[in-house]
């Protein structure tokens, strides 16, 4: 990358300190599952969709448009594996799905909910336990929630620390279908569909179900006085890793994720979707992922170092299931694929009046 265009020795090295040090001092961003996670679920939904013989034509047009290069599709594996890891996007659904991040950064407001965007994104479950001491994460996944903890009811003085994202992925679904019955523009249709798939595949990522999102209760990092920080690890760290084991894992990651999709995609079978529930399962479901997220870092991080070849291997069992870390990152989204896909589906119909 050209930083700087002078030729002046001196003014470079000022410059370089200078970017440096805003690199430093800056807030570290981390969007779920990184910009480009988000943009390779949503393509992968609207791939479903248009390789679907049942879907509308109009429908199609809409996502062909809103793909804005129809080849995304088919180039998915291509692009999954490569190293292109740009936080640039286009418009239209691409921009779309990674949009809610950077309104994160600027802390934008959201009235609807007398809040502000960053809680749009996660719930700390565990401010939803009754007893006050359990209000925190414990190693073995204990302080888990249940679904009856959790009030259907935003206004909730919980929900202004634990966050919205219930509600927000509800919201965005009921935006899509209204904008699908009104379409004063495609554009419209464009961002609550990226605003749908942002915020349900959040509520995949494990680390956005608890307070302990950081992974800090893990035990390699409670003698740490500065501790590592493993979300951006199950996130954007597989895009990043520019070395041959970085693109290993990709390669791996993308037959996990695509045989995942495909399998759901056939045994799931069609049903009337509640956007609020499923987005509840899903963060209840990814708890259960914690306790072994916290194994594979105790395991990876050694020296200050997390060595990502170990941690995304790392073997362990969940619900009696073996997975590795890189497995739970590709059926998680590919969760995610599916219900998105179902749910753009099921707005139309709604929009269109033929759901009940
Ligand atoms: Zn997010
Ligand atoms: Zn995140």
């Given at each position: 990358?050209?930083?700087?265009?002078?030729?002046?020795?001196?003014?470079?090295?000022?410059?370089?300190?200078?970017?440096?040090?805003?690199?430093?001092?800056?807030?570290?961003?981390?969007?779920?599952?990184?910009?480009?996670?988000?943009?390779?679920?949503?393509?992968?939904?609207?791939?479903?969709?248009?390789?679907?013989?049942?879907?509308?034509?109009?429908?199609?047009?809409?996502?062909?448009?809103?793909?804005?290069?129809?080849?995304?599709?088919?180039?998915?594996?291509?692009?999954?594996?490569?190293?292109?890891?740009?936080?640039?996007?286009?418009?239209?659904?691409?921009?779309?799905?990674?949009?809610?991040?950077?309104?994160?950064?600027?802390?934008?407001?959201?009235?609807?909910?007398?809040?502000?965007?960053?809680l749009?994104?996660y719930l700390d479950s565990e401010f939803f336990q009754t007893d006050v001491t359990r209000q925190k994460f414990a190693l073995d996944g204990s302080n888990k929630i249940k679904p009856s903890d959790l009030p259907r009811d935003p206004?909730d003085k919980r929900y202004q620390e634990a966050g919205f994202i219930t509600?927000?992925?509800?919201?965005?679904?009921?935006?899509?279908?209204?904008?699908?019955?009104?379409?004063?523009?495609?554009?419209?249709?464009?961002?609550?569909?990226?605003?749908?798939?942002?915020?349900?595949?959040?509520a995949?990522q494990p680390y956005h179900s608890t307070v302990d999102y950081q992974g800090y209760e893990c035990l390699c990092n409670q003698?740490?006085?500065?501790k590592?920080?493993f979300h951006?690890?199950?996130?954007?760290?597989?895009?990043?890793?520019?070395?041959?084991?970085?693109?290993?894992?990709?390669?791996?990651?993308?037959?996990?994720?695509?045989?995942?999709?495909?399998?759901?995609?056939?045994?799931?079978?069609?049903?009337?979707?509640?956007?609020?529930?499923?987005t509840q399962d899903a963060l209840l479901s990814g708890y259960d992922y914690l306790p072994m997220l916290c194994r594979?870092a105790d395991?990876?991080?050694?020296?200050?170092?997390?060595?990502?070849?170990?941690?995304?291997?790392?073997?362990?069992?969940v619900n009696?299931?073996?997975?590795?870390?890189?497995?739970?990152?590709?059926?998680?989204?590919?969760?995610?694929?599916?219900?998105?896909?179902?749910?753009?589906?099921?707005?139309?119909?709604?929009?269109?009046?033929?759901?009940?």
């Amino acid at each position: 990358m050209k930083i700087v265009s002078t030729n002046y020795k001196g003014k470079i090295v000022v410059n370089f300190i200078i970017l440096l040090s805003l690199i430093v001092s800056s807030p570290l961003i981390v969007p779920a599952w990184s910009g480009k996670g988000h943009v390779i679920i949503t393509r992968m939904a609207v791939k479903l969709l248009l390789d679907d013989s049942s879907i509308p034509t109009e429908l199609k047009n809409i996502l062909k448009e809103g793909l804005n290069g129809e080849n995304k599709v088919n180039e998915l594996k291509t692009y999954v594996i490569s190293d292109n890891n740009e936080r640039v996007f286009d418009h239209g659904l691409d921009s779309f799905s990674v949009r809610p991040d950077d309104l994160t950064a600027t802390k934008s407001p959201v009235p609807a909910f007398n809040s502000t965007e960053p809680l749009m994104h996660y719930l700390d479950s565990e401010f939803f336990q009754t007893d006050v001491t359990r209000q925190k994460f414990a190693l073995d996944g204990s302080n888990k929630i249940k679904p009856s903890d959790l009030p259907r009811d935003p206004k909730d003085k919980r929900y202004q620390e634990a966050g919205f994202i219930t509600f927000r992925t509800e919201q965005s679904y009921k935006s899509l279908v209204s904008s699908f019955k009104e379409n004063y523009s495609n554009d419209q249709v464009f961002l609550w569909i990226g605003y749908l798939s942002h915020y349900l595949s959040d509520a995949y990522q494990p680390y956005h179900s608890t307070v302990d999102y950081q992974g800090y209760e893990c035990l390699c990092n409670q003698a740490l006085e500065k501790k590592h920080n493993f979300h951006p690890a199950l996130e954007g760290l597989l895009f990043r890793d520019k070395n041959i084991v970085g693109q290993k894992n990709r390669a791996k990651y993308w037959e996990y994720f695509s045989n995942e999709v495909s399998k759901l995609n056939t045994s799931e079978k069609a049903q009337l979707l509640d956007p609020y529930l499923v987005t509840q399962d899903a963060l209840l479901s990814g708890y259960d992922y914690l306790p072994m997220l916290c194994r594979a870092a105790d395991k990876a991080f050694k020296e200050q170092k997390l060595d990502a070849n170990v941690w995304f291997n790392y073997q362990d069992k969940v619900n009696n299931q073996e997975t590795t870390v890189l497995q739970l990152k590709a059926e998680r989204m590919a969760q995610a694929t599916i219900k998105l896909k179902f749910l753009i589906l099921q707005a139309w119909q709604e929009a269109n009046k033929k759901v009940p």
